[in-house]
């Protein structure tokens, strides 16, 4: 097993691409799911699974899944139901096995690529955000124009016969 301290830190990174190139996490951080730590637990996952993968021998894909899956309800609640748990688990194992073998080249390439992609995204995100919000202000605007004015006055509630007073719902 490689144990340089360098091709260490080479599989670190790729355990921190892996997981922060995860939508699953990004949105539990991004939405305070981990409450005002999110960010620090998301880089204290990357330890944690590092660490896991150092500590136990021919880890199988159910076992990662499971072990990532408890980390995510316990530290930011939770449940991991779209399917993309067996995907991060087979990229880490995939990351594992590359530096396991030494193929730290191979190592390289696979976590430049995962960046690169993760970078086409968040080049996308700014525009579908924009987009939001110019529809949100476009809404407000018809719902202004739509609403009756404020300034307008309601004519007094007037007594039934036997003394019961009609309310009407304000529109």
Not at 117 to 122: H, I, L, T, V
Request: aromatic share 8%; hydrophobic share 35%; net charge negative.
């Amino acid at each position: 097993m490689a144990t340089s301290a360098v091709s260490r830190e080479l599989f670190k990174e790729g355990v921190r691409v892996v997981l922060h190139t995860w939508p699953v996490l990004q949105i539990a951080v991004d939405n305070g799911f981990g409450g005002v730590y999110g960010q620090q637990k998301a880089d204290w996952m990357v330890d944690v699974v590092q660490q896991y993968f150092h500590d136990n021998t021919d880890l199988q894909q159910c076992e990662v899944e499971d072990f990532i899956a408890e980390l995510m309800d316990q530290e930011f609640d939770t449940v991991v139901e779209d399917g993309s748990l067996p995907q991060v688990s087979v990229s880490l194992l995939q990351v594992f096995s590359q530096w396991q073998e030494g193929a730290l080249q191979q190592l390289q390439h696979t976590i430049n690529t995962l960046t690169q992609k993760s970078q086409r995204a968040a080049v996308v995100a700014p525009l579908t955000q924009s987009d939001e919000d110019s529809n949100d202000e476009t809404q407000k605007m018809e719902c202004e124009a739509s609403c009756p004015s404020a300034n307008r006055t309601d004519p007094p509630p007037h007594d039934e016969e036997d003394g019961w007073t009609v309310v009407k719902k304000k529109k």
